[in-house]
């Protein structure tokens, strides 16, 4: 079991920045994958970024290369998304999930998930 708990979200105006932040426990490996989603209103959860336990591989999706950053604290056991140039097509609630899958790009490869954080971007 992996439990996981997202804070951080909350209002910003367009262009503005955020961190998200995901406290992580329980039977998480270096081989794991903790990654980023989220869902919009109306739409589908996308993926936004993953990155390997150890700290070596990250990903992202093609919406928010180069503005969104995912990083591990190891001293904290957390996996932080720095938001930055957001835009209001961002507003969705972001969810951390944990795999152990190879494939950390795919939803359904994600066993374990938070509760979600509102991200709200304003024009």
């Known amino acids: 079991q992996v439990q996981l708990l997202e804070s951080g979200g909350g209002l910003v105006q367009a262009g503005g920045s955020l961190n998200l932040s995901c406290a992580v426990s329980?039977?998480?490996?270096?081989?794991?994958?903790v990654g980023w989603f989220r869902q919009g209103p109306g739409k589908d959860r996308e993926f936004v970024a993953a990155i390997r336990w150890s700290g070596g591989n990250r990903g992202y999706g093609d919406s928010v290369k180069g503005r969104f950053t995912i990083s591990r604290d190891n001293g904290k056991n957390t996996i932080s998304l720095q938001m930055n140039s957001l835009k209001p097509e961002d507003t969705a609630v972001y969810y951390c999930?944990?795999?152990?899958?190879?494939?950390?790009?795919?939803?359904?490869?994600?066993?374990?998930w938070g509760q979600g954080t509102q991200v709200t971007v304003s024009s």
């Open positions: 999930a944990a795999t152990y899958s190879l494939r950390a790009d795919i939803r359904s490869m994600y066993d374990y």
């Open positions: 329980g039977r998480i490996f270096s081989g794991s994958a």
